[in-house]
C-alpha cells in the first residue's frame, strides 16, 4: 500500500539513514516545502535535508493521523505529523501536514505544509 | 463516505452558504487555525468565518488531493487545498492542508495547516 512506502520513509528518516530513506524516493522526486521552495531531485532532497538533520542529536516524525488512497503505481498519501528534533535536552517541535504522491513504489513528491514563523522560532530556540 | 461530508461541506462554503456548511459541524466541533489558534463550538466557527468569508465577492477552495478512511461514525479526511478568495478583480489564495475527523456523520474537528506569512501577504495585497 502507499502508506506503507511512506511509513517506511518516516521511519528510515527517524534512524537518520538518509540513504535507505532516499531509496524510497524516485530520481526526480519534487520536495516542497510549500513556505520556502521547491527541489527537484533525489540528490537535492539530500542536499536539503542531510544539513537539516545533522543539527539534531535525535528525531522523532509522530504520524498523528495518515490517509492514502490508490495502490503503489499510482497512490496518494497524506499524514498530519508533529516533526520532533532533539537539541541537547531539548525538544524542539513543528506541526506539519505532508502530501505523498507514489509511483511505482516509490515516492514522487513530498509536500510539507507548515508555518514559517514557527519553524523560525523552532530555530531561535535551538540557538539558546 | 467522509470525504463525501467533507466535499459537502466545502461546496457550502464556496456557495458563501454558511448555514448549510455549518449543519456539517457537530455542536462542540473543534476548529483550529494551526499558526493562529482553535476554537470551540458551531457558534464559535461561525464568529470566525463570517467576517472572513464577508470580506470577500466569491470563495473557492480547489480541492487538489483529498484522501480518507473510516465510515461515517469515525472517518479521518485529510485535503490539498488552494483556497481562492476574489476582491474586486483581485483573486487572493492561500495554499492550505486539511485535517477533518468525521463522526456520526459530521465534522468533529476541522484543521487547517498553512503559512502564517502567506495570510498575512494575501490580507496586504487585498488592501491595495
Known sequence: MPIDIVTSFIEAVERMDLDHALSHLTDDCEYDN????????????????????????????VVTHQVGSGNLDHGVVMNERLDRFRAGETWL?????????????QISLWRDYFDMGALTRMFSADSH
Open 34 to 61: 510549500v513556505p520556502i521552495g521547491k527541489v527537484f531531485g533525489r540528490d537535492a532532497v539530500r542536499d536539503t535535508l542531510a544539513p537539516f538533520i545533522a543539527r539534531f542529536e535525535q528525531v522523532q516524525w
Open 93 to 105: 517541535e513543528l506541526p506539519v501536514a505532508g502530501l505523498f504522491l507514489v509511483r511505482h513504489g
